[in-house]
């Protein structure tokens, strides 16, 4: 019997107005209101809550059989308070079944306790960013488990399909992501020259349960707003998700858990050694990124450097512009992610911002 643990990432960094020269000392508010509001409304209405629905009743029918992993970044928890409370109380509504966990994103855990009623015993570090000093200082906090890409320059001929440990603190499990399967859905379902389109449920399902697919547990991990946002709901995304766990547990081969519940039913196969870091964006798995070229290392430095004074003024402007949100819109080679990035800044070059590949980088 196959696990499927099923992951949902949930995040809406806070967008940043345009801000000149001549503002400095006399405007103080960086964010841009307006764009937050639509943007956070909008995602609502197409994304989270006819998911959450869909989700809810999944585990109804299922009894419970289907169950899922959530990390909801404190950003996100707050816009969804100012903007659109009927989310929160649509998540609120999923933590009570029992059959959703509400995983730890970097150092909010009384967010989590607060708000879902839950002590997160996972780790989920901004995308996914992973090394064995990474996972050694995360299990010093306490956690348990932690999730990491299954990037194949770090795996080699190793399958992401099983837990790992951690090279520094074995205490530590590993669940690490299948990227192959988890982008057939986030990224490729509605690519119509994919050789695999269309993407049923059955054909899905069975996939997973081949002995093709070897392992003990596959982890599909992408961003949420791929129901609905970057899948729109018009490419069946929807019907797709409320169609799989009939058709995965049909098989008899397949059952679902959440991420901690994954990590406790395996042992550890081996230890995973990661010494450099890694992340789940573009295809080179890596930081480059965020800290890619001199101009978002220059920035990188001088936001940090200026952290403490920040902390002293007690003010939100940390969390505005210090998220990773941020450093990809400087990027000079191209937006990770299919430009996800790209509502999140107001420039549009490094000095702005590329928004495509270019001959020239």
């Known amino acids: 019997m196959k696990t499927i643990c099923f992951y949902f990432q949930v995040h809406q960094p806070w967008r940043l107005k345009r801000y000149r020269f ?39 029918q299922s009894e419970g059989r289907f169950r ?13 308070r100012a903007y659109a409370p009927e989310v929160l109380d649509s998540f609120r509504r999923l933590a009570r079944t029992g ?25 989920r570090n901004t995308e996914l960013i992973y090394s064995d000093q990474i996972g050694e200082t995360v299990a010093q906090m306490g956690f348990k488990t932690i999730l990491a890409e299954g990037a194949k320059h770090v795996l080699g001929w190793k399958s992401p399909n099983y837990v790992y440990a951690n090279a520094l603190n074995q205490k530590l499990h590993v669940l ?3 990227y192959k399967l988890s982008d057939d859905i986030a990224f490729r379902f509605s690519n119509r020259s994919w050789n695999e389109w269309p993407l049923t449920a059955d054909k899905f399902a069975g996939w997973i349960a081949s002995d093709d697919t070897v392992g003990e547990v596959v982890n599909l991990f992408m961003d949420y707003e791929t129901f ?25 081969k397949l059952e ?72 990809p819109t400087t990027s000079t080679t191209w937006l990770p992610n299919g430009c996800r990035t790209a509502t999140c800044t107001p420039i549009s070059t490094p000095t702005d911002r590329p928004t495509k590949p270019s001959s020239t980088t």
């Open 176 to 178: 690490l992501r299948n």
């Open 228 to 252: 609905g946002e970057h899948q729109k709901a018009s490419t069946g995304i929807f019907d797709f998700m409320k169609a799989l766990p009939k058709a995965a547990l049909a098989t008899r």
């Open 68 to 80: 899922c992993t959530f990390s909801l970044t404190g950003l996100a928890v707050e816009q969804m």
């Open 256 to 327: 679902f858990a959440t991420v901690s519940e994954a990590a406790k039913k395996y042992q550890p196969v081996a230890v995973l050694h990661c010494p450099h870091v890694m992340s789940w964006a573009d295809e080179e798995r890596d930081v480059t990124a965020w800290l890619g070229n001199e101009l978002q290392n220059e920035a990188f430095t001088k936001l940090y450097g200026l952290r403490d004074k920040i902390k002293a003024l007690k003010t939100r402007i940390s969390t505005t512009c210090g998220t990773s949100s941020k450093l």
């Open 22 to 60: 001549f503002d400095m000392g006399r405007d103080h508010n960086y964010l841009d209101d307006l764009t937050n509001r639509s943007i956070m409304q909008k995602v609502a209405r197409e994304c989270y809550l006819p998911m959450n629905a869909l989700l809810f009743n999944l585990i109804r």
């Open 99 to 123: 059959c959703v966990s509400m995983q730890q994103v970097r150092s909010i855990p009384a967010l989590v306790r607060k708000e879902f009623g839950m002590k997160p015993t996972a780790f």
